[in-house]
């Protein structure tokens, strides 16, 4: 089934818990939020639509990045029945469960610059991630994280080594998209006292490691925008992240890019500036709408600044 929509979450409870009271993005963050939603509408026809909680959709206004999408829902809780801190990708299985058109999911740091074609697939997603032994970070022992194994009781699976990438995401089959997301989020209530040092693994275990075993539970088939395996970050023996024998670069100069896989690095404020100018000054006709959010962006966070002096 084709889709009709183009969905993105932006959820700020995650930040707030964490200490992030105010919501103030980067310039290339509301740079991508602009361009990804532009590019969906461009170049594959999808609506964009937001899923979001108040304050957000509020902040959205303020800037103008409202007017980037065609619908907006509000309805990611204030007051979630679970820790947002840990488990801060819940708000896409929310959407999901709420949508009730075929769609692809896309996070809000990625965007496409060109059609893409659907494969005669049930799911497609970014790609696959091989799991190490012993990944303390992204994907430890699932035995760590869930001692009474909730989903893969629920499923009679025992957990294997790989995981798909969600930051590109669609079903054919909608109803499939609605188990999946349910079931996440029954495991993600289930866990009342999360362990401990696993701030990434927990919501990695729910939304991509669980995906991967869903699919082949249910024997769907599955392909990826980009082929081969990417290898995360293997610190026990000092291997930087990678792909292995992946189509990467070529999709990349095709016009795929995501933020993510370089975000620690977006720290370093002049790589941050120079990736916000290059967002900015390679589609001119976005140029206007970017710097005048951007603008009232900064007036926002100098006032912020002031009034914690």
């Known amino acids: 089934?084709?889709?009709?929509?183009?969905?993105?979450?932006?959820?700020?409870?995650?930040?707030?818990?964490?200490?992030?009271?105010?919501?103030?993005?980067?310039?290339?963050?509301?740079?991508?939020?602009?361009?990804?939603?532009?590019?969906?509408?461009?170049?594959?026809?999808?609506?964009p639509v937001l899923y979001c909680d108040p304050e957000t959709l509020l902040y959205y206004?303020?800037?103008?990045?409202?007017k980037c999408f065609k619908e907006i829902y509000p309805i990611l809780p204030v007051n979630p029945d679970f820790d947002p801190s840990i488990f801060w990708a819940a708000g896409k299985f929310m959407a999901i469960d709420h949508v009730q058109e075929n769609f692809v999911m896309m996070d809000l740091d990625a965007e496409l610059r060109y059609k893409i074609k659907l494969p005669d697939a049930d799911v497609f997603c970014s790609h696959v991630e091989g799991i190490s032994p012993d990944d303390p970070i992204y994907y430890p022992d699932p035995a760590y994280l869930d001692p009474s194994d909730h989903l893969g009781s629920k499923y009679g699976f025992k957990?294997?080594?790989?995981?798909?990438?969600?930051?590109?995401?669609?079903?054919?089959?909608?109803?499939?998209?609605?188990?999946?997301?349910?079931?996440?989020?029954?495991f993600i209530r289930s866990i009342s006292n999360p362990a401990p040092g696993f701030d990434v693994a927990y919501i990695l275990l729910a939304e991509q490691r669980f995906l991967y075993e869903f699919c082949l539970y249910n024997a769907v088939k599955v392909e990826t925008l980009i082929t081969g395996v990417y290898w995360t970050k293997d610190t026990k023996r000092k291997i930087d992240p990678y792909f292995e024998d992946s189509n990467v670069e070529e999709i990349g100069k095709k016009g795929f890019l995501h933020v993510w896989g370089f975000k620690n690095e977006m720290n370093i404020e002049d790589k941050e500036s120079k990736l916000?100018?290059?967002?900015?000054?390679?589609?001119?006709?976005?140029?206007?709408?970017?710097?005048?959010?951007?603008?009232?962006?900064?007036?926002?966070?100098e006032s912020l600044k002031l009034a914690t002096l």
Not at 6 to 32: F, S, T
Not at 34 to 47: E, V
Not at 283 to 298: A, D, M
């Open 61 to 66: 206004q303020k800037i103008g990045l409202d």
């Open 1 to 47: 089934m084709k889709p009709v929509k183009a969905l993105y979450v932006d959820w700020h409870m995650p930040r707030k818990r964490r200490g992030q009271i105010n919501i103030c993005k980067k310039p290339w963050e509301i740079a991508m939020i602009i361009r990804t939603s532009y590019f969906a509408k461009l170049y594959n026809g999808l609506t």
């Open 276 to 301: 916000y100018q290059s967002l900015l000054l390679s589609r001119p006709n976005l140029t206007k709408q970017i710097e005048e959010s951007v603008s009232i962006n900064s007036e926002i966070y």
């Open 159 to 186: 957990w294997g080594n790989k995981a798909y990438n969600t930051s590109v995401l669609w079903f054919k089959d909608l109803s499939l998209a609605k188990e999946y997301s349910s079931a996440a989020m029954g």
